[in-house]
C-alpha cells in the first residue's frame, strides 16, 4: 500500500530564515505530488503539483519555491520566511495520468510557525 | 476556473441524528467530486468520492449525492456518532486532470453526546 510522509510534523522558524520541507511517497511510482497551505485549521490553497522529477507548477506566486529531485520527493522551499508563511502545509499525491486514479492522499502536515 | 461554495461553515447535531453537507461547482467540466474528513491538527482524509456518471453513491454511514443539471453535491451522515465530529471539505476536478482539485471553504461539523 501507498504510504507518504511529511518531515518534520512542527517547525518554529524566525522571520528571514530558510525553509526546507520534505515529502516522500512510498509504494507507488510516477505520483503526481502537490503542496498546500492551510490557514486557520480552514482553507486549502495549492502551493504547487508536480507531474515529474523535474516539472513544477506553481499556482500562487510567493516567495515559496518547490523541488522534485527524485520521483518520490517533494520539497518546498524559502530562502527568507515572512510571518504571512505560516501555516499547516499538507503534501498530497495522486495516481499519474492515464492509469485511471485520480484520487489526491494527503499526508500527516507540518506545522510551520514564523515568529 | 472552478469555484466551490460549501455550506454550512459550522454544523451541530445531536448523537444519532443525520448531518448534510452541501456544496456548489461552477465549472461544468468538473466530473469527479471527492469528499475529506479532516481531523484536529492531522491531514485531510479522502472518505468517499463520486464521478458524473453516478448520482449516488453509499459506504456506511456516508453517502453522496450529486445533481449535475443543478451543479451541486451533497454529503449525508447518518446516525452520527461522536467520533464524526471533525472538518469536512468538498472538492471538485475534471477527471484526468492533474491539478484541479477545488476545495471548499471547509466545515466544522459537532456531534454532540
Known amino acids: 500500500s501507498q504510504t507518504i510522509h511529511q518531515w518534520p510534523a512542527t517547525l518554529v522558524q524566525p522571520v528571514g530564515s530558510p525553509l526546507s520541507l520534505e515529502c516522500t511517497v512510498e509504494g507507488t511510482s510516477n505520483p503526481n505530488l502537490y503542496w498546500y497551505r492551510q490557514a486557520a485549521g480552514r482553507g486549502l490553497q495549492l502551493l504547487f503539483y508536480s507531474v515529474g522529477i523535474g516539472q513544477i507548477s506553481s499556482e500562487v506566486p510567493q516567495n515559496l519555491s518547490a523541488s522534485r529531485p527524485q520521483d518520490r520527493q517533494f520539497i518546498l522551499s524559502s530562502k527568507k520566511l515572512l510571518l504571512s508563511d505560516s501555516g499547516f502545509y499538507l503534501c498530497a499525491w495522486s495516481g499519474a495520468r492515464g492509469r485511471g486514479i485520480y484520487e489526491q492522499y494527503f499526508g500527516p502536515g507540518t506545522r510551520l510557525t514564523v515568529t | 476556473g472552478e469555484n466551490v461554495e460549501q455550506h454550512p461553515s459550522t454544523l451541530s447535531v445531536q448523537e444519532g441524528d443525520s448531518a448534510v453537507i452541501k456544496c456548489t461547482y461552477s465549472d461544468s467540466a468538473s466530473n469527479y467530486f471527492p469528499w475529506y474528513k479532516q481531523e484536529l491538527g492531522k491531514g485531510p482524509q479522502l472518505i468517499i468520492d463520486?464521478?458524473?456518471?453516478?448520482g449516488e453513491k453509499k459506504d456506511q454511514r456516508i453517502a453522496v449525492t450529486l445533481n449535475k443539471t443543478a451543479k451541486h453535491f451533497s454529503l449525508h451522515i447518518t446516525e452520527t456518532q461522536p467520533e464524526d465530529s471533525a472538518v469536512y471539505f468538498c472538492?471538485?476536478?475534471?477527471?484526468?486532470?492533474?491539478?484541479?482539485?477545488?476545495f471548499g471553504s471547509g466545515t466544522q461539523l459537532t456531534v454532540l453526546p
Open positions: 472538492a471538485a476536478s475534471p477527471l484526468g486532470s492533474a491539478r484541479q482539485l477545488t
Open positions: 463520486i464521478r458524473s456518471n453516478v
